[in-house]
């Protein structure tokens, strides 16, 4: 039995795809979903620290498993190559699920600043980098970041925060309340003359559209919600694009390769159900939302005749810029107990130091951290401390509740060879070439890193602390991580980029990218209500080309 025609095939579940294919479905498109994972339920894994999100010691809880999926890993300093699988830190996994990483993540939800689009404008020309500004301003994209609050759900309040961008309409909930770190860390923010206010937060603090108020479990973070008080695309616009009678999911489908004919348009998908058996769709256009990697490396396998190196990839962009977040900071100890058991831990931050840093390429948000679960605490140790044996333990029992740590994710510098690309000899489960990961950061991310991370101790002896000691991220490597973005960046240019300003690529007119790749640099921020935005905002763009049978252009 053949698959029937449709108009939009949509590939990834996650930030990105799931807003663009409700935005389809309820203008009257015919969509198919597709997802290389199930749904999720909190109760398959419910608290299990050794296999949530961040602690990988028993595998993914929300996938990709390691039995089918599995990349190449390049070191920087030797050149050597390793298997990697998605429990290991240099895979850079992303959840494989409905929703993806909007089941899992911490759920902050930070609009970009209007600097973060216009980083070329700003700090000029930087050796080394392939910094650009984007082809679109902050406000462009406002209207879409309001849609993604709205529809899917932010509490928070920022008045208290000069730095925070226009917005022409509140958010639709109330922030939460400090809990006992976060009062300590505002009162001391304001005692330096910073500006602390409440995270935005995806999540529900008041009932909110149709789910009930989260209730601060300190099990949130990497974990599935127990009672759906947080809000992804899974919970929000996937529902609704399902109950508009134009959208079918297809979950546990492996997407291998975008047909393409003679004429250089795409003409649906080649795939694999959820029974291994190979099937292909037809549509009118395709969307690719499967994050920066994984988006990349399937237009690296979808090779034709006009696109001999993959689909929109005559220029050699695709996969390049590949960058995430150097997550930097500093932890302190203090001689009381701190922990109130009030979750998920971060409640409170500071944007004073995002621009304007002199000598200093951008900066970061600073955050207080989500509580670590004790596996995790056991590699939070000052230097030199003991990393087995009984002061080991020791430091665990008598310090868990009197640690403190503030981080936030650092601007980071794209550049050409920080990268995904195909292996054409190491193939995955289904036989499609895998992903190879390689490069490094640019050296300027350590100074903006170290910069941060003094903030942060300083902030921290403010508010009391004994000891400090700093987590300076930024180093040689690669980064990627589940903040990936980059890789199939927006541009006026085709030469220098991978789509357009609409989110649509130079070279192929009816596919569209809407996920993390798009984003030409990551911004100083957590950047999902970033991705939802560009979601939504590419959605649009296709409803206002879209005239009932074909796109117009």
């Known amino acids: 039995m053949t698959n029937s025609h449709v108009n939009a095939v949509v590939i990834g579940a996650g930030a990105g795809g799931g807003p663009v294919a409700k935005e ?101 020309h930087v050796e080394g980098s392939t910094l650009e500004d984007w082809p679109i301003s902050y406000e462009d994209l406002e209207p879409y970041y309001e849609k993604a609050e709205w529809e899917i759900g932010v509490s928070g309040q920022d008045p208290q925060n000069p730095f925070v961008p226009e917005r022409k309409k509140h958010l639709p909930m109330p922030p939460f309340e400090f809990n006992r770190e976060g009062k300590m860390l505002y009162e001391a923010a304001q005692r330096r003359g910073w500006h602390p206010f409440p995270i935005p937060m995806l999540r529900n603090s008041i009932p909110y559209n149709g789910r009930p108020a989260c209730y601060r479990m300190r099990t949130c973070v ?9 809000c992804g695309t899974h919970n929000t616009v996937i529902p609704v694009a399902l109950a508009s009678g134009n959208c ?54 979808s090779k034709s005749k006009l696109f001999p190196n ?4 005559n220029f050699d962009w695709v996969g390049r810029n590949l960058q995430g977040h150097a997550y930097t900071g500093a932890v302190g100890l ?24 002199d000598g200093i390429i951008g900066g970061g948000m600073m955050a207080n951290e989500f509580f670590r679960l004790p596996y995790l605490f056991t590699n939070q140790r000052p230097p030199g401390s003991p990393s087995w044996g009984k002061d080991h333990k020791d430091f665990h029992r008598q310090n868990y509740k009197r640690v403190m740590s503030v981080k936030g994710p650092c601007q980071e ?39 941060v991370a003094d903030r942060c101790e300083e902030w921290l002896i403010e ?91």
């Open 24 to 124: 389809l479905a309820t203008n009257g498109l015919s969509v198919v979903l597709f997802e290389r994972g199930g749904w999720a339920k909190y109760d398959d894994h419910n608290d299990d620290e050794l296999i949530s999100q961040r602690t990988t010691v028993l595998g993914n809880a929300f996938g990709p498993h390691r039995d089918k999926h599995w990349r190449i890993f390049v070191d920087h300093r030797s050149g050597k190559e390793t298997l990697v699988y998605p429990h290991e830190g240099a895979y850079n996994n992303n959840a494989a699920c409905v929703g993806s990483g909007t089941v899992s993540y911490g759920a902050m939800a930070w609009r970009f600043m209007p600097q973060d689009f216009r980083m070329k404008t700003i700090y000029g």
């Open 222 to 230: 990497s974990f599935a919600c127990p009672v759906n008080a947080k």
């Open 248 to 301: 079918e999911l297809r979950i546990n489908c492996q997407v291998a390769e975008i047909m393409m004919n003679d004429q250089g348009k795409a003409t649906g998908i080649k795939y694999f159900d959820e029974n291994g058996k190979g099937q292909i769709q037809t549509a009118d256009l395709v969307v690719v939302s499967g994050s920066a990697t994984e988006t990349a490396r399937l237009l690296l396998n």
């Open 310 to 313: 993959g689909a929109g990839n």
């Open 334 to 357: 203090f001689d009381r107990d701190l922990y109130d058991d009030v979750g998920p831990g971060a409640c409170v931050a500071i944007s004073d130091f995002n621009h304007g840093n």
């Open 413 to 451: 510098i794209p550049n050409f060879e920080a990268r995904i690309t195909v292996d054409p000899k190491v193939k995955d489960y289904w036989g499609l070439p895998v992903g190879k990961l390689m490069g490094t950061r640019h050296p300027a991310d350590r100074k903006v890193c170290e910069f």
């Open 463 to 553: 508010a009391g602390a004994y000891r400090v000691w700093k987590e300076i991220g930024g180093g040689a490597g690669l980064s990627g991580g589940q903040h990936q973005a980059g890789t199939c960046r927006m541009g006026n240019d085709k030469q220098t980029s991978v789509t357009n300003k609409l989110g649509q690529l130079h070279e192929i007119e009816n596919v569209f990218v809407a996920d993390g790749s798009l984003m030409v640099t990551n911004g100083g921020f957590n950047p999902a209500l970033t991705i939802m935005a560009l979601g939504f905002y590419v959605g649009d763009q296709i409803v206002k080309l879209w005239k009932g049978t074909h796109l117009k252009l």
